[in-house]
């Protein structure tokens, strides 16, 4: 059975503050925890174009007409602090290595949900897609990890249980790369593979990504 766990509960759950960064864990669990990573007044000018692309009113929860918004990747200066703070550049130089990873200037995609009473329909398990194939419409990952290193979640406002917090499984990355593996060089699209990852990393307990506004967690990118 699986167990479902918060990612800021203490001990071995993953959790760690400022350039103190776990290793081992990290190649244990697929994830480490970096606490306060990122500067209160980033977080919160982040968090403000963020509510600005939606077009809700923040204070009015009868604007929040949706249950999820995506928003694009977003490259104003604020999001460009947070991939370079101090504490985020020393996880990624303690995992990866230094030299051996490019610096972002922009954050991927968010999804941003709302209480609603509609369910959405893109809470299934997979991984991060790494590069779009020429020719084809969706991203790809292979067991190489082909132009991704890490996956780094930010929360730009305080999440807990009742917020629809992304999951992890704890120890997923091990699973992974034998779904991969047969696909070669070339990958294959993660919505084609979403079923066999779900099916080799279904025995994996579960970890929920909570926590406060600048807060960051820094998964392998075989993460499920």
Request: net charge negative; proline share 8%; hydrophobic share 45%.
């Amino acid at each position: 059975m699986a167990v479902r766990r918060r990612l800021d509960e203490s001990g071995d759950a993953g959790q760690r503050t400022g350039l103190d960064v776990d290793v081992q864990q990290f190649l244990d669990e697929g994830f480490v925890v970096l606490r306060g990573a990122v500067d209160p007044a980033v977080t919160a000018a982040c968090a403000d174009l963020l509510w600005a692309e939606t077009g809700f009113d923040r204070d009015d929860p009868t604007t929040w007409t949706q249950p999820v918004v995506w928003v694009g990747d977003m490259a104003q200066p604020p999001f460009a602090e947070a991939a370079s703070a101090p504490a985020v550049v020393a996880a990624l130089d303690a995992v990866v290595g230094p030299g051996r990873w490019v610096p972002r200037r922009s954050l991927g995609s968010f999804p941003l949900r709302f209480p609603h009473r509609e369910e959405p329909d893109d809470a299934g398990w997979h991984i991060e897609g790494s590069y779009l194939p020429q020719g084809r419409k969706t991203y790809h990952a292979n067991v190489c990890s082909k132009d991704r290193a890490l996956l780094l979640l930010f929360l730009f406002t305080d999440v807990d249980d009742a917020d629809a917090p992304t999951r992890v499984r704890i120890g997923s990355h091990l699973d992974i790369p034998r779904v991969l593996a047969p696909y070669g060089e070339d990958g294959v699209s993660i919505f084609r593979a979403a079923q066999k990852i779900d099916a080799a990393s279904a025995h994996r307990p579960l970890a929920w990504a909570t926590g406060s506004a600048g807060d960051v967690f820094v998964c392998h990118p075989a993460a499920a």
